[in-house]
């Protein structure tokens, strides 16, 4: 996914290779989307990954939502 606009989504040369991570982590925002489209809740996502506070998940969720709608229309 193109995570370019996403107030919470940073790359950082030297950082996982440059692939997108949330701010301030080396967390890759599609693991965190694709856990919820997996049926993990926003509190099973956190938990998971404690480095990602729950609004940066929420946020990243419909950044996600929000960029599918657009290319399926």
Known sequence: MNWDGCEF???VDG???G???????RVFPDTIVDA???GMS???IRDDYPSVSTEKIQALIR????VRAKSAA
Do not use: I, M, N
């Open 9 to 11: 989504v940073e790359r």
């Open 63 to 66: 950044f996600a939502e929000r």
């Open 19 to 25: 692939a997108p991570t949330v701010v301030g982590t």
């Open 15 to 17: 950082r996982c290779s």
């Open 36 to 38: 919820y489209l997996h």
């Open 42 to 44: 926003v509190e099973e």
